[in-house]
């Protein structure tokens, strides 16, 4: 059964954006344990990072600059949340089309937090051969509910917000995979600092020394190879 990685890549001073997370919330209502969900927070955003502006640039190679809202599934499949190929918005049904698609690759995560200390660990369990020139492992920290980056465009909470890519947004590269033979990997981050108040476009997080996370107790690993 395959779990649609939904990339939202979104904002809160975007207009936009707060009928694309409507939208996003319908269509995966009721859909629990069959989706994973990470947003980027871009544009205005005071959580916006340079990981996220990299994870957008990724899929618009040869230009230089963005819009938003915007969602990346499963890597490939790429639409406005609000205004699919037939002027709809994605919905329940655009779900199951991607959702009916098979799986190859298992993968089982565990993580820890103490502190503000995450330990993470992955299985990776291919039921065919997987390979290519760039294979990479994506290991992704986000935090479930955030609300002190709120804006001008009426949200009043954000889900999924990316904090911090491990160990950081190029993924960590992997040997081919084969079927029936697990690859194990362990990861480890520590973020530094308190809280940083004062971020903005001009001014993201600095990793090193500060962080953006509410409540360690709300964290959460996403976890995929592409």
């Known amino acids: 059964t395959r779990l649609v990685l939904h990339e939202v890549f979104s904002g809160s001073n975007c207009g936009a954006c707060a009928p694309a997370a409507e939208n996003m919330a319908t269509a995966l209502s009721g859909q629990d344990g069959t989706y994973s969900l990470l947003k980027y927070q871009l544009g205005s955003d005071p959580y916006i990072t340079p990981e996220a502006i990299s994870r957008r640039m990724l899929y618009l190679p040869g230009e230089s600059s963005y819009s938003i809202p915007w969602v990346v599934a499963d890597g490939r499949n790429e639409f406005h949340p609000n205004e699919m190929d037939d002027g709809e918005a994605?919905?329940?049904?655009?779900?199951?089309?991607?959702?009916?698609?098979?799986?190859?690759?298992?993968?089982?995560?565990?993580?820890?937090?103490?502190?503000?200390?995450?330990?993470?660990?992955v299985e990776l369990w291919p039921t065919q051969d997987i390979s290519g020139e760039d294979l990479r492992l994506f290991v992704?920290?986000?935090?479930?509910?955030?609300?002190?980056?709120?804006?001008?465009?009426?949200?009043?909470?954000?889900?999924?917000?990316?904090?911090?890519f491990v160990p950081d947004g190029d993924g960590t590269?992997?040997?081919?995979?084969?079927?029936?033979?697990?690859?194990?990997?362990?990861?480890?981050?520590?973020?530094?600092?308190e809280y940083a108040t004062e971020t903005s476009m001009s001014s993201p997080v600095d990793h090193a020394t500060a962080h953006t996370v509410e409540d360690f107790d709300d964290l959460d690993v996403v976890v995929w190879v592409q």
């Open 140 to 164: 992704a920290i986000k935090e479930n509910t955030t609300e002190n980056n709120i804006g001008s465009n009426g949200q009043t909470e954000f889900k999924a917000v990316l904090k911090k």
């Open 90 to 121: 994605y919905g329940t049904d655009d779900f199951e089309v991607l959702a009916a698609q098979p799986a190859y690759l298992a993968i089982n995560v565990s993580s820890t937090t103490t502190g503000q200390t995450l330990d993470i660990s």
């Open 173 to 193: 590269p992997i040997d081919a995979l084969v079927a029936g033979t697990p690859s194990i990997h362990s990861f480890s981050y520590t973020f530094a600092g």
